[in-house]
């Protein structure tokens, strides 16, 4: 069986990944709320999110809420509150010709450059069926996360890393539904030896456990820490060096690193 692509491979872009950003945050600060709003349920969270990125934000939770895998979303990067089209274009793959086509077309159409004009997807099906895969572990991994002191809302980074698939994988290697790579996740399970509790939902949730932990105590902060699951801490640490600042959009806007 070929694994799927996972959301997190999808949004990735260069400059600490805007779009994956952007979306992991917006959905840990609204998706805990939506799901205790269905049970009638009322809860406090941690994760406001940082001034300066609530129009990536909310961009994102359409992505992953209402636009459908069938329509191809027509945006500018730099004020992601603007949205120029969404077109049906059905759910099979379109080609980079067809894309930049639609963006000339738009970007024409709007007086703007084409690089302000991007494409990206809609994934509601997929956010739907994690959180319906999620139904089956969520209450024992909340369970470890508050054993460990941490916020429940991190358990539903999944979504976004693997759509809760304990069968997905990247293209690198990263396996199972936190998405660790092997060398790290040799740092807190066993990995090898045809051994790979990567794929073991509870144990990988450990794990995950431990190393948002330690990043947090590293780096001070839950937006920092949460960005350092897909760059490393100190990846964080070496971008807020470099830019003279923890505050998440300053980093997205200014640190031009890969990692």
Avoid: C
Wanted: aromatic share 10%.
């Amino acid at each position: 069986m070929v694994a799927q692509p996972t959301l997190a491979k999808e949004l990735a872009m260069p400059h600490l990944g805007k779009r994956l950003l952007s979306v992991t945050f917006g959905l840990l600060a609204f998706l805990p709320a939506t799901l205790l709003a269905q049970q009638n349920l009322s809860s406090p969270t941690p994760f406001i999110t940082p001034t300066g990125l609530e129009p990536a934000v909310e961009f994102w939770k359409k992505i992953f809420t209402e636009y459908s895998a069938s329509q191809l979303v027509f945006f500018d990067p730099l004020d992601m509150s603007r949205v120029y089209e969404a077109i049906d274009v059905g759910e099979g793959n379109r080609t980079d010709t067809y894309i930049d086509g639609e963006r000339m077309r738009i970007a024409a159409a709007n007086g703007v450059d084409i690089e302000r004009v991007k494409a990206q997807r809609g994934v509601k099906e997929r956010t739907a069926g994690g959180i319906k895969r999620s139904g089956r572990y969520l209450a024992q991994i909340q369970q470890i996360f508050r054993d460990a002191g941490l916020p429940p809302e991190l358990t539903y980074l999944p979504i976004v890393e693997s759509s809760y698939d304990i069968n997905a994988r990247s293209s690198v290697g990263a396996a199972g539904i936190w998405q660790f790579m092997p060398r790290t996740g040799k740092q807190y399970m066993r990995v090898g030896g045809g051994i790979d509790e990567r794929r073991d939902p509870l144990e990988s949730s450990r794990a995950a456990a431990t190393y948002l932990k330690q990043a947090y105590d590293m780096l001070g902060s839950w937006p920092l820490a949460i960005t350092s699951y897909n760059f490393g801490p100190a990846g964080m640490a070496r971008a807020v060096a470099d830019v003279g600042s923890d505050h998440l959009p300053d980093l997205i806007e200014k640190y031009n690193h890969p990692y």
